[in-house]
């Protein structure tokens, strides 16, 4: 079945720790977006990629980090710079101008 | 500024009314798309419906209905006939120009309870 699978659902992280967390697409959509969101609050945007080896800053981009080495892949690292890393992470995926198709979301949750 | 405005944190309504959730816009690129969604207690993000900046005609999709003013710049989601699988936080969300993967902007969201 064609969707966006993000990996883990619930993630736990130590103080000044890295984590990644996983996005993979095989709708072969070229635009990936990552969204954070928080209790009872919109989606605010992370990082955005058009193409592969590309990607921009949305609003909220420091202590994150992306890559995009493969057109299916979208992984987003949270620093041990992000100083507020708690919240649920949603990533996304698109045709050019069409609706976002969304994975289950991660859980990320500072211990 | 805000893009995308949504002024209802929380709606209540009883089964098999209809209920109107309030969006509004902000932007000055005559090209653009409208799009809301649902997301149950699950979180995960449920696309509704889709209206283009020059579309004609308002959007449908079963019990959805998205009432476009584009001269007030809103785009208010219509529910008719609640039901109980209704409750669920409505996002409003719009992409600025239909060129390759600019990102949907998302309002604050409203909380729809639907109750029997």
């Known amino acids: 079945d064609g969707g966006i699978t993000q990996s883990p659902k619930y993630l736990f992280r130590k103080e000044g720790q890295n984590v990644t967390l996983s996005c993979e697409q095989n709708?072969?959509?070229?635009?990936m977006y990552w969204y954070r969101q928080d209790p009872g609050q919109g989606l605010r945007l992370i990082y955005y990629s058009q193409i592969v080896n590309d990607f921009q800053k949305g609003d909220i981009a420091e202590g994150y980090s992306v890559s995009r080495e493969k057109k299916e892949s979208f992984p987003l690292t949270v620093t041990s710079a992000q100083k507020n890393p708690t919240a649920f992470y949603l990533c996304?995926?698109?045709?050019?101008?069409?609706?976002?198709?969304f994975g289950q979301g991660t859980r990320l949750t500072v211990v | 500024a805000q893009k995308i405005t949504q002024t209802q944190p929380g709606m209540f309504v009883q089964e098999k009314e209809a209920v109107t959730l309030d969006c509004t816009y902000d932007?000055?690129?005559?090209?653009?798309?409208l799009f809301w969604y649902k997301q149950p207690s699950s979180g995960e993000m449920i696309f509704l419906i889709y209206q283009g900046s020059y579309d004609q005609q308002n959007a449908t999709e079963g019990r959805y209905s998205l009432n476009f003013q584009k001269a007030r710049k809103s785009a208010n989601l219509v529910i008719s006939a609640s039901q109980l699988g209704d409750s669920a936080m409505y996002f409003c969300a719009m992409r600025e120009g239909f060129q390759a993967g600019t990102a949907l902007i998302f309002g604050k969201g409203t909380t729809l309870s639907v109750s029997s």
């Open positions: 996304a995926s698109s045709m050019p101008s069409g609706e976002a198709f």
């Open positions: 932007t000055s690129d005559p090209s653009y798309g």
């Open positions: 709708l072969n959509h070229d635009a």
